[in-house]
């Protein structure tokens, strides 16, 4: 089953809920979606939790649910789900193992920017702060601050050093209150420099 989100964006975040009410999808305030949003869903409850102040470029697919097969069995044709395509389909019932599984939770950090037509895959987690290039095919985690690209996604650069990359961790800017963020948009749009850092560190002291 596809599901599709057009063109999300919220200040307060926002959900999307299954007819049996499981939270399928969960986009963090500020965040936004700018096109098509598809759930390639395979019918298992699981969750895609998108972060704060997300830039998403549509469309993007999430295959989630129990998107995989079982590649290590003998063959990967999922029996039990196509037993109504054989003669004796009770017996197939009978004996035959779920080939689906689920791969866990996908997670979309904070502040991440994601490009054009993207394919993120069930169970990743992409870290705060990184950009995920156009046409990336992401299937595994990505870590925070980097730039990844290609099919796979692969690290292409970081965006900043390590260092600065561990300081803007901490002060995890997406999480102040709302006021603060406002009041300091310019900050956020400067180069993280040691004025600049030393400065985000002061506000998240408080
Ligand atoms: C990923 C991206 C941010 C990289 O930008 P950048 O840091 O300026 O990268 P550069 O152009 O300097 O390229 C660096 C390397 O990454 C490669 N690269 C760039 N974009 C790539 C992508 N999408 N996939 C794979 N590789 C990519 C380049 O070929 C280059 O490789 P090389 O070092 O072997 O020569 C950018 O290419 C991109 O995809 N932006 C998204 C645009 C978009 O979708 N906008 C929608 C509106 S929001």
New binding site residues.
Partial sequence: MIITLNHAESKTGQSYYLPDGHELVTIGPYSYI?GQLLVDFYGQHSHIRIGKFC???GPITFLTGGSNHRSEWISTYPFLEKAQLFDDSDAIYRTGKKTNYASGPTTIGNDV??????SIREGVTVGDGA??????LVAKDVPPYS?????P??I??YRFSQKIIERLLKVQWWHWPAELIEQHTQLLCSLPDEAQLEQMERIAKG
């Fill in positions: 700018f830039s998403i470029k920017w994601i490009g054009y037509d993207c950009i995920i290039g156009m046409k990336a730039v990844v690209g290609g099919v996604a692969r292409l650069r």
